[in-house]
């Protein structure tokens, strides 16, 4: 069983910036994904176990980044220019699989979520 334990989330205003944070052991790859009030949990971005290969959902890329500290058994997600769209519970999930996929079915192990709230 793995578990892990994200941090970081708060209350920010639009234009700020954010940097959750998700401690898990072993190699999996990794993903971060939101889910907003009503809406269904959606993928935000995913790295490689080796951190050499990463993916971003459209409405992210260019903003967020995902990176991991592989010493450290931590991944991060830097988010700039946040916008109120991007208000969510963001969950930290890890997936024992060989491809890099963005289904949430996909990912075995779950965080129990961090909220994070970008006012405008």
């Known amino acids: 069983q793995v578990r892990l334990v994200e941090s970081g989330g708060g209350l920010v205003q639009a234009g700020d910036s954010l940097r959750l944070s998700c401690a898990a052991s072993?190699?999996?790859?990794m993903g971060w994904f939101r889910q907003a009030p009503g809406k269904e949990r959606e993928f935000v971005a995913l790295?490689?176990?080796?951190?050499?290969?990463?993916y971003y959902a459209d409405s992210v890329k260019g903003r967020f980044t995902i990176s991991r500290d592989i010493p450290k058994n931590t991944v991060y997600l830097q988010m700039n220019s946040l916008k109120p769209e991007d208000t969510a519970v963001y969950y930290c999930?890890?997936?024992?699989?060989?491809?890099?996929?963005?289904?949430?079915?996909?990912?075995?192990?779950w965080g129990q979520g961090t909220q994070v709230t970008v006012s405008s």
């Open positions: 999930a890890a997936s024992d699989g060989l491809a890099l996929r963005t289904v949430p079915s996909d990912y075995n192990f």
């Open positions: 072993g190699s999996y790859i």
């Open positions: 790295i490689s176990r080796n951190g050499w290969r990463t």
